[in-house]
């Protein structure tokens, strides 16, 4: 069986974000990058595949990112993935995601991946789009939003998330992709050894322009720091007077401290 | 302008967020017209053509139907866009009508901005307008930013929708409820939630101290949740509760909108973040900047007294 795992490198949503000098994306100076949260249990769910069916499947991580992807590309081969491929697309952020599911289609079309795990969305973006488009250009069937995965021969149970906590359960028999939502699984904390290991995988390396020549369908007019809309008190300073003036305020603006 | 907005039906009722398409297309000024997967018995209050697929022939969930039945309708109706509910149905069905048009998608639109669509990035720290470039566009749209003025009216022309063939590469088995509630955040007139800031499970307790404190419930965000820290009948959120108590107290949380969808309805609402930046802050009456495990013990040793 052969799996493939996209990955996204995100900035650390705990970050300031500030609109680069285009206004069309953010100033990557300063900010932390990390794998994607969603991928990350796109990652697990690879790896306990690969577990349950002893070890038979080959796992390839791919993603599209500049040179610092290559740091979230070796957390997932840490993690449990066979082999990667980095394309290498220093305008990445000027594509939108019917651009980046085109590259990851056209990779994935000749390589005859039985099943194909992406995150629901990403954090910086979130559009929920390219698991989908991916699925539909390589003609496979595809369900999103999991939180619960089985296999059993060739077919696979999945259970999707709904609003108010109700899940809805269908089978679909592989080639298939699926989009993983947070709480699917616990994915692990990749150990020093397999750190080690990972260093030896390969990652073999592409450039965007080897693979699709796509336009883009959507594009950014612009970005900003939304509007505050007056937003209530804000309380800084020493922990003790923090204290008091909120205890002040509970008092007299709420019933429930007397 | 012409939309096409895409009615939800789920386990036999027509969803209300449908008539936020219908505000939304109000709100861009568009002439609309609808399609629903349902049935004739839960039919949208809604003045036009409403194109009708028979949920119990084409399943509630079949995506690869329902998306031929969309292509259908955008067939007759030539709309310029094509309007879901950014829901697990909306999310997962928009992508697939985009590729089939070869039409740009713009996800979880939260406002208008003089043509243009405005979206939220990093946990809407961000925003950023988009305009499609395609001649034909998707849109979905965040559930909750366009609300209906009044109370819904009108009665659908229905017209038939019909495939001739019902394969489908999903079978859809069945939905599972959602889990029993061990308790009702519902009637607490005082939450205490614990988000991911608290930093470990060990740290919960220290959270649950100040909602007895207060004489209230602990609450939760998802990833505390998911991390099996505290049990799922207390997530607050989309997909746990929505609650309205008289005081809210948000320890380590961002306010996502998944959570806020949850809480924001809460008289009062007080958030502890050492991000000043961090989106709760947009709701919060008061945000103390301060670590959460210095501030709250801090603050529970006071309520005591
Ligand atoms: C002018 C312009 C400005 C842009 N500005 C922004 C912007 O403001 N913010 C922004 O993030 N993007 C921007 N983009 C596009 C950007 O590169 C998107 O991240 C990209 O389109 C993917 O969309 P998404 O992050 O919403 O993916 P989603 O559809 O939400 O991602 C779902 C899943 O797809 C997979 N995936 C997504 N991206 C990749 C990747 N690069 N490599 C491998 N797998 C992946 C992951 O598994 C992920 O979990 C811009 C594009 C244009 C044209
Ligand atoms: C379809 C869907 C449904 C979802 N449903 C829900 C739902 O029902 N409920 C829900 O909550 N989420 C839900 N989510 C997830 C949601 O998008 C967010 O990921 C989640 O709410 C984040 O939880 P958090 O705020 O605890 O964590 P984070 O976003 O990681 O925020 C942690 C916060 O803690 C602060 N912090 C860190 N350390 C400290 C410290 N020492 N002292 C003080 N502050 C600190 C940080 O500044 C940050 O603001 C859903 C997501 C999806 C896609």
Redesign the pocket.
């Known amino acids: 069986m052969k799996i493939l795992v996209?990955?996204?490198q995100v900035p650390d949503m705990e970050s300031r974000f500030r609109p680069n000098g285009e206004k069309?994306?953010y100033d990557e100076s300063d900010l932390a990058f990390r794998m994607?949260e969603?991928?990350e249990y796109?990652v697990e769910q690879a790896v306990q595949l690969k577990e349950q069916l002893g070890g038979e499947p080959e796992i390839t991580v791919?993603?599209?990112?500049p040179e610092r992807t290559v740091e979230a590309i070796k957390k997932a081969l840490a993690m449990g993935g066979d082999r990667a491929v980095h394309i290498r697309d220093d305008r990445?952020?000027?594509?939108?995601?019917w651009?980046?599911a085109s590259m990851?289609a056209s990779y994935a079309k000749g390589e005859g991946f039985d099943l194909i795990f992406?995150?629901?969305?990403?954090q910086?973006?979130?559009?929920?789009?390219?698991?989908v488009i991916v699925a539909e250009l390589l003609g496979v069937s595809c369900a999103t939003t999991l939180v619960g995965f089985s296999y059993d021969g060739g077919t696979i149970t999945v259970k999707r998330e709904l609003e108010g906590g109700i899940k809805g359960v269908a089978k679909l028999k592989l080639p298939a992709l699926v989009?993983c939502q947070l709480g699917l699984n616990t994915p692990r904390y990749p150990t020093l050894p397999n750190i080690m290991k990972a260093k030896k995988k390969e990652i073999a390396s592409l450039t965007a322009a080897e693979l699709t020549g796509e336009a883009?369908l959507?594009?950014?007019a612009a970005?900003y720091p939304p509007a505050k809309k007056g937003g209530g008190l804000v309380l800084e300073g020493e922990i003790g007077a923090q204290v008091d003036r909120l205890m002040g305020i509970l008092k007299e603006k709420t019933a429930v401290l007397r | 302008m012409k939309a096409l907005l895409i009615g939800e039906y789920r386990q036999g009722k027509l969803l209300d967020t449908t008539y936020e398409l219908k505000a939304f297309a109000d709100r861009l000024g568009a002439d609309s017209v609808m399609l629903l997967v349902g049935s004739d018995s839960e039919l949208p209050k809604y003045d036009g053509t409403l194109y009708l697929a028979d949920a119990a022939k084409y399943g509630e969930y079949n995506p690869d139907q329902h998306k031929q039945l969309v292509l259908q309708a955008v067939e007759k109706e030539n709309p310029d866009c094509i309007v879901f509910v950014h829901s697990s149905y909306g999310w997962d069905l928009a992508p697939r009508v985009a590729v089939a048009l070869k039409a740009g998608q713009v996800s979880e639109i939260v406002a208008l901005n003089e043509g243009a669509y405005e979206v939220n990035?990093c946990n809407a720290k961000l925003r950023?307008t988009v305009t499609p470039k395609s001649g034909r566009c998707v849109l979905t749209i965040q559930a909750g930013a366009f609300t209906p003025s009044g109370e819904p009216q009108g009665t659908p022309q229905p017209e038939r929708l019909e495939l001739s063939g019902t394969a489908s590469a999903i079978e859809f088995v069945g939905y599972e409820a959602a889990e029993q509630k061990g308790v009702d955040l519902s009637k607490a007139e005082v939450i205490v939630s614990a988000g991911r800031g608290v930093g470990k499970k060990d740290n919960v307790p220290v959270i649950a101290a100040l909602a007895s404190a207060l004489g209230g419930e602990l609450g939760a965000s998802r990833p505390v949740v998911d991390a099996g820290w505290v049990d799922h009948s207390h997530q607050v959120g989309t997909t746990g509760q929505t609650v309205s108590p008289k005081l809210y107290v948000a320890c380590g949380i961002s306010g996502a909108i998944q959570h806020l969808a949850g809480m924001k309805k809460a008289d009062f609402i007080v958030a502890i973040n050492k991000d000043k930046d961090a989106p709760i802050g947009e709701i919060a009456d008061v945000l103390v900047v301060a670590d959460v495990m210095q501030f709250v013990p801090a603050f529970t040793a006071k309520c005591a007294r």
Do not use: F
Not at chain 1, 62 to 65: A, H, P, Q, V, Y
Not at chain 1, 118 to 122: I, N, P
Not at chain 1, 124 to 131: E, F, I, L, Y
């Open positions: 996209c990955i996204k069309t994306w994607n969603y991928d796109a791919l993603s599209i990112g990445y952020y000027q594509k939108d995601p651009q980046i990851i992406t995150g629901m969305q990403s910086d973006r979130g559009s929920a789009q390219v698991g989009t883009e959507t594009a950014t970005i | 990035a950023r």
